[in-house]
């Protein structure tokens, strides 16, 4: 089945620069790839997601990228705030497929 | 508009207590999923039921029992809990293949 990876687990940014997060994954036939945040308590968001027609897509100051031939792709938030301070899952899946394969998270942390 | 409802939010068990975690959606989803979440393991999915009559076993099904009870609820029975299933579950549901999932905000099990 498919195997997501992510990197780093934890990742420190001062208030104001961009954090990035890369997640790989195995199964060449993924299509689909959200981004979920999870805040204290709470269960994982979705923030963006994007899929293996496009290679990039922005929100606002989130923005996820795509590489189909290196199987990765990356969470790139900018002028971070203390509000971003989360954990932060990648998954992927592909067409047809009902599950989703999750990475095991990444901390954030933003030092104001 | 609620979105993923789950109840309990907190349970404690002795050993070999049994119980059933109840999870319902308002969103008229074809899909539901129950994950639990470890320290440093990710989301780790149980069950799911990809529509209304369905159910299939996920990475870690041992242990647990499911039951699509309609469209709305999805629930989850532990038939006699082990210190094992300590651990914080969600419940989960999407319009079905490749579509985001909702998350309600988990239920915390501690299994003594």
């Known amino acids: 089945g498919e195997n997501v990876e992510q990197h780093p687990s934890t990742l420190s940014v001062q208030e104001g620069d961009s954090a990035v997060i890369k997640c790989t994954y195995s199964?060449?036939?993924?299509?689909?790839f959200p981004w979920y945040k999870q805040e204290l308590g709470k269960g994982p968001q979705l923030i963006i997601d994007i899929r293996s027609n496009v290679g990039e897509k922005k929100d606002q100051r989130i923005a996820v990228t795509l590489n189909k031939t290196a199987k990765h792709f990356s969470l790139h938030i900018t002028e971070t705030q203390p509000e971003d301070s989360a954990v932060y899952f990648c998954?992927?899946?592909?067409?047809?497929?009902?599950?989703?394969?999750f990475g095991k998270g990444n901390q954030v942390v933003v030092i104001p | 508009n609620a979105g993923v409802t789950q109840t309990p939010k907190f349970q404690v068990l002795k050993t070999g207590q049994s119980m059933t975690l109840q999870c319902a959606q308002d969103?008229?989803?074809?899909?539901m999923y129950w994950y639990r979440q470890d320290p440093g393991m990710g989301l780790r999915l149980i069950y799911y039921s990809a529509s209304e009559g369905t159910t299939d076993k996920g990475e870690v099904p041992n242990g647990y029992n499911v039951s699509r009870l309609n469209k709305r609820e999805f629930s989850l029975r532990l038939e006699s809990a082990a210190p094992s299933q300590t651990s914080v579950y969600f419940c989960?549901?999407?319009?079905?293949?490749?579509?985001?999932?909702?998350f309600g905000n988990g239920t915390r099990l501690t299994v003594t």
């Open positions: 969103m008229n989803h074809n899909s």
């Open positions: 998954a992927a899946s592909t067409e047809g497929n009902n599950r989703l394969a």
């Open positions: 989960a549901s999407s319009q079905g293949n490749n579509s985001p999932l909702h």
């Open positions: 199964d060449s036939a993924s299509n689909y």
